[in-house]
T-cell receptor, first 113, second 117 residues
Framework: DAKTTQPNSMESNEEEPVHLPCNHSTISGTDYIHWYRQLPSQGPEYVIHGLTSNVNNRMASLAIAEDRKSSTLILHRATLRDAAVYYCILRDPLAGNNRKLIWGLGTSLAVNP | DAGVIQSPRHEVTEMGQEVTLRCKPISGHDYLFWYRQTMMRGLELLIYFNNNVPIDDSGMPEDRFSAKMPNASFSTLKIQPSEPRDSAVYFC???????????????FGAGTRLSVL
């Protein structure tokens, strides 16, 4: 699986937008970009995913670079509840029966009141 | 649905004792995953099942670890004998074929925090 690189930590203020970057320079043409987040003392939860086009859902937006070598998770108005570790993961749904998700250490987001 | 249910939430045991962690996946999901999370190594996949059959156990640390899935609604992860270095948070996750192909979504339980003294 292709590797992703994320900053170890980021900080934001409440009600301000947050842009969480992810580099994936070795991404293949069939890799989807997935984001999960892990709130304190909880298991990871799915946030959003995309292939080529930018994506929006109720939780966040995903902006994907034209060359797909990087992407950005956008939280439009950070709240204290958004303080979590955010993971960027690549996965090829056509990769046979290998269902593994390879997790890095993610970005720890702190939100200041 | 109640989501993925893990028990116990916390387990404290002494070195050498047997530990059994339990997981009930979301009804209808045909993939089940066991993960271990530590500060140093992050989230590591230990093993995963498809339709109750173990598919990949390459992440299982050693023979002291074993996992079973006797039916579609229950799985166990056993450590025997336990050691202090096994202290971690253990997560169970489940997924269904539709979700996997479409979104690769895994749904996680709240985890079991294991402390081996």
């Amino acid at each position: 699986d292709a590797k992703t690189t994320q900053p170890n930590s980021m900080e934001s203020n409440e009600e301000e937008p947050v842009h969480l970057p992810c580099n994936h320079s070795t991404i293949s043409g069939t890799d989807y970009i997935h984001w999960y987040r892990q709130l304190p003392s909880q298991g990871p939860e799915y946030v959003i995913h995309g292939l080529t086009s930018n994506v929006n859902n109720r939780m966040a937006s995903l902006a994907i670079a034209e060359d797909r070598k990087s992407s950005t998770l956008i939280l439009h108005r950070a709240t204290l509840r958004d303080a979590a570790v955010y993971y960027c993961i690549l996965r090829d749904p056509l990769a046979g029966n290998n269902r593994k998700l390879i997790w890095g250490l993610g970005t720890s987001l702190a939100v200041n009141p | 649905d109640a989501g993925v249910i893990q028990s116990p939430r916390h387990e404290v045991t002494e070195m050498g004792q047997e530990v059994t962690l339990r997981c009930k996946p979301i009804s209808g999901h045909d993939y089940l995953f066991w993960y271990r999370q530590t500060m140093m190594r992050g989230l590591e996949l230990l093993i995963y099942f498809n339709n109750n059959v173990p598919i990949d156990d390459s992440g299982m640390p050693e023979d002291r670890f074993s996992a079973k899935m006797p039916n579609a609604s229950f799985s166990t992860l056993k450590i025997q004998p336990s050691e202090p270095r096994d202290s971690a948070v253990y997560f169970c996750a489940s997924s269904d074929q539709g979700s996997w192909l479409a979104k690769n979504i895994q749904y996680f339980g709240a985890g079991t925090r294991l402390s081996v003294l």
